[in-house]
């Protein structure tokens, strides 16, 4: 058992979610590798996404009160304190009452694991839930309120032999219940009076339209919790072998990156979540449960470090297996984003009948990243692939041409405007971190041209390699403001800058990175002693809270620091042999997890509170990769 969280104290009932939200550290995280869930600390679980994890939502108190929840907790005032087990997404939450103490388990089924692989392949996309009295005796309220379709929907429920079926358009929901729920207006409630030694489990199946619908028994349900604690327990046994410095934080991270990877394609999503916003009340509010290209070479080193090479394998086979097929007219062969199905069009909406997170409208599903060209996205597929050289011999020849292709319209698009790593939505610019990763794919390009049968490539890729790198010295380089800057001529700096010497293109020592890691150490770190994405000029040089105006970046609102980004500064310092700089860095950031692990995309400069979508996959790859750079660097390594 993982170490549980101190006990805090929760009234009852919990503060609604609406313009007064719940803290966004609050949630914990459960994941079938298909679809996921939130559930708060006082038992509530308030998103739910099934069958995968861009299907509407079932509960969605998350971005608004009325739009369902589900909750199983002490009748009364008590305390709690949770943690997942051992090394799985099974939560439990323990909750302290005047006269008892009860456990609440909570999972998404997954089948038995027979090898790291094949945890989550096949799943009945069910949310199982157990609660045992193990002191006194304590009553326990039940409150079922599913509004399918992101609360849009307020279906009839409707009475079964030991539960309820609640039907909508694309399937049904059957909750199997140890006790019988009454009430009405699309919502059940009821309770449960335990004594030491009671168990009771819940079972709440998505069942597809069409589908055999059966309730659960309590035999079953308790074998379907055990079964899924053994298949996640066996997965990190297999897989998990990561032993260097903040050991524990690398591997829940790995866990995490499993969590958020869908295992039928293994495409992994940047978050489970949308529309959690950079800045409480702001517009900025983007929905991440899609797989951006971009995660794929951080991903895939992480996956490697903290996980199993095999899935980061199996992401890298899924990225050029949906990118290579056919694209956009304009020779670009790659687009910035994908559904994690591989679908290409994911055109954005707004729900306007949400009143968001803490009021943070609008609520988006969708995203309109994937019509933007995006000239990085070369660079972080070849670089994964450099990753997996040793098996790049299981390419055929469509996967060789494939990433050949890459190479090629990196060495030819590389002089274009594009909106860069952070997708503003304004203008496209000369970007320095798209040049940069243009850069990237050829220098890895040439290091594979004999696995990839293209040698006779080389000299072409090699001119290209050399005249980015002119480029990017000549333009890239800000005399205004003493470091790489965000884009050719600009004097913006930008956090990105610090992937010039992760990614090789600078040696540790060279004068101007180290010039641009003191430069975003000093004008990009807000008071927090956290990183932000970029700088706002203000008088030429200052850093201001406020950030990313006048960028043409779409909505107005401002945004938290990014912990990726701070774990970037961590890395730097690490590779420039500034090690106890560099361990200062990563426990400020990896300290804004929450009470179970969680990392959300950023922190408030203010309060401290985590921001934006949650949990964040890039976060928790910037953890892992990290940690590992600093380690490596304590041993004498390069990082």
Not at 221 to 227: G, H, Y
Not at 344 to 364: I, K, M
Not at 415 to 444: N, T
Not at 588 to 611: F, H, I, K, T
Request: with cysteine; net charge neutral.
């Amino acid at each position: 058992m993982t170490e549980m969280s101190e006990w805090t104290r929760d009234p009852a009932p919990a503060a609604a979610v609406g313009t007064e939200a719940r803290p966004i550290a609050d949630y914990a995280l459960l994941s079938d590798r298909q679809g996921a869930a939130l559930v708060a600390r006082d038992g509530s679980v308030d998103w739910l996404c099934l069958p995968r994890f861009d299907s509407a939502s079932v509960f969605a108190r998350l971005l608004d009160r009325s739009a369902g929840h589900w909750w199983i907790r002490p009748v009364g005032v008590f305390t709690v304190r949770r943690a997942y087990v051992d090394a799985s997404m099974v939560l439990r939450t323990e909750f302290r009452t005047d006269t008892g103490t009860v456990v609440v388990t909570d999972a998404l089924q997954v089948g038995a694991c027979a090898s790291g692989r094949d945890l989550g392949r096949e799943v009945p996309h069910t949310l199982l839930r157990v609660v045992e009295c193990t002191r006194g005796s304590v009553r326990m309220a039940v409150e079922y309120v599913p509004r399918p379709e992101y609360g849009a929907v307020r279906p009839l429920l409707a009475p079964a032999d030991g539960g309820l079926l609640c039907p909508f358009g694309s399937g049904s929901l059957l909750l199997s219940s140890p006790v019988r729920l009454q009430g009405r207006a699309a919502t059940a409630r009821g309770q449960l009076a335990l004594n030491a030694g009671d168990r009771a489990g819940f079972a709440l199946q998505y069942v597809p339209a069409g589908a055999r619908r059966r309730l659960w028994t309590q035999a079953e349900i308790e074998a379907a919790l055990a079964t899924t604690l053994d298949a996640w327990r066996s997965w990190a046994a297999r897989n998990q072998r990561y032993e260097g410095p903040w050991r524990e934080a690398v591997r829940r991270s790995g866990q995490v990156l499993q969590a958020l990877t869908f295992a039928p394609t293994g495409a992994v999503v940047a978050a489970p979540t949308t529309s959690l916003p950079e800045a409480a009340g702001g517009e900025r509010n983007w929905d991440h449960r899609f797989s951006w290209v971009r995660e794929a070479s951080f991903a895939l080193h992480a996956l490697s470090v903290a996980a199993c090479p095999g899935e980061a394998e199996a992401f890298f086979a899924w990225m050029a297996r949906t990118a290579s097929a056919e694209g956009p007219a304009d020779g670009h062969p790659l687009q910035a984003v994908y559904g994690v199905g591989g679908e290409r069009e994911l055109t954005e909406r707004t729900l306007d009948h949400l009143a968001g997170w803490g009021g943070s409208r609008p609520v988006r599903v969708g995203n309109d990243a994937w019509r933007q060209r995006r000239l990085d996205i070369y660079g972080e597929l070849l670089d994964a692939a450099y990753r997996l050289r040793g098996r790049l011999h299981r390419l055929d020849a469509d996967g060789r041409r494939f990433l050949t292709s890459l190479a090629d319209a990196a060495a030819v698009h590389w002089p274009q405007p594009d909106h860069g790593i952070w997708e503003f939505r304004g203008h496209p610019q000369h970007f320095l971190y798209s040049k940069l990763m243009c850069w990237v794919a050829l220098d890895r390009a040439i290091a594979l041209a004999d696995e990839l049968q293209a040698t006779a490539r080389v000299r072409a890729w090699t001119a290209a390699r050399a005249g980015i790198r002119v480029a990017i010295e000549a333009y890239g380089w800000s005399d205004r403001a003493g470091a790489y800057s965000q884009a050719f001529g600009s004097a913006v700096l930008d956090a990105s800058a610090l992937m010039l010497p992760i990614t090789g293109f600078t040696s540790p020592g060279d004068v101007r990175a180290r010039a641009t890691v003191a430069a975003v150490r000093e004008r990009l770190t807000g008071p927090s002693g956290l990183v932000h994405r970029c700088q706002r000029l203000d008088d030429g040089q200052r850093f201001d809270e406020g950030l990313v105006q006048g960028l043409g970046d779409g909505p107005a609102g401002g945004e938290g620091p990014f912990l990726m980004c701070t774990f970037w500064l961590a890395h730097a310092l690490a590779l420039m042999g500034e090690v106890a700089d560099a361990r200062a860095v990563f426990e400020r950031a990896a300290s804004c997890a929450n009470d179970v692990g969680l990392l959300a995309e950023e922190a408030d400069p203010d309060d401290g509170q985590l921001r934006g979508n949650f949990p964040h996959a890039l976060s928790h790859i910037g953890l892992v990769n990290a940690a590992w750079a600093i380690g490596r660097a304590e041993a004498g390594g390069h990082g």
